[in-house]
């Protein structure tokens, strides 16, 4: 199993939809989760944060499940500047600073 | 705009060229790292450095060899490198992750864009 999965997509939506990302870690001593996003040929930005209570910033919701290894994210009221691939992150434990980044999900939103 | 800067932007180099990356940081973090982005793949981690102190080597062969003077840079030497080493080269900083058992996010610079020829 890999470390980090996720669905590589594309997901096309229109603008305005909700749309929700998955992804599953194998390590169930990760701690640390995050949600970046990367735009074509930039490097990958920090979009938030995951907690084990779950955290919303905007139109963004993050949701971590820990006894299925599984953290979401969903989108809400897609605008065209979403469009990017969204990147899961889990810490590999017991090495300082590591992060496991996954090969990412691609959200293109059209007009 | 990132605090994290990297520069050239772009590289190309032959196989028997000689070059350097640089990376320097404007967070007030003290860890820095170095990464690969091939077309396709996961970033891959390369190196790790903490307090100055290399922590981290993740098999790398050795025509890549990182420096850090100081907790603000870090350079990537370059020598003898093959096609297959043409990639993107992303440097991030982040805070000390102490005990290992959780990680502070990390921040990245804008890449340098390698083509060995």
């Known amino acids: 199993r890999k470390e980090v999965e996720q669905d590589p997509g594309p997901f096309n939506v229109p603008e305005g939809a909700t749309v929700a990302f998955n992804c599953t870690y194998s390590?169930?001593?990760?701690?640390?989760f995050f949600w970046y996003r990367q735009d074509c040929r930039k490097e990958p930005k920090l979009l938030m944060s995951?907690?084990?209570s779950g955290n919303e910033d905007g139109r963004f919701t993050a949701q971590l499940n820990r006894a299925s290894q599984y953290i979401s994210l969903l989108i809400r009221d897609s605008k065209l500047s979403d469009s990017a691939t969204y990147l899961c992150?889990?810490?590999?434990?017991?090495?300082?600073?590591?992060?496991?980044f996954g090969k990412g999900t691609k959200l293109s939103v059209k007009p | 705009e990132t605090g994290v800067t990297q520069t050239p932007r772009h590289l190309v180099m032959g196989m028997t060229n000689k070059k350097s990356l640089k990376c320097e940081q404007h967070?007030?973090?003290?860890?820095m790292y170095w990464y690969k982005q091939s077309a396709k793949k996961p970033l891959e981690l390369m190196f790790v450095?903490?307090?100055?102190?290399?922590?981290e080597n993740n098999s790398v062969p050795s025509r890549f060899s990182p420096e850090c003077p100081n907790s603000s840079h870090l350079f990537l030497h370059l020598h003898t490198l093959q096609p297959e080493d043409s990639a993107l080269y992303l440097c991030?900083?982040?805070?000390?992750?102490?005990?290992?058992?959780?990680?502070?996010?990390?921040?990245f610079g804008p890449g340098t864009r390698l083509t060995v020829t």
């Open positions: 450095y903490s307090l100055e102190e290399r922590v």
């Open positions: 390590n169930s001593a990760s701690q640390s």
């Open positions: 967070l007030g973090h003290n860890a």
């Open positions: 995951v907690y084990s």
């Open positions: 992150v889990v810490n590999r434990r017991g090495s300082q600073g590591n992060l496991i």
């Open positions: 991030a900083s982040s805070q000390d992750g102490t005990s290992g058992s959780f990680a502070y996010e990390q921040y």
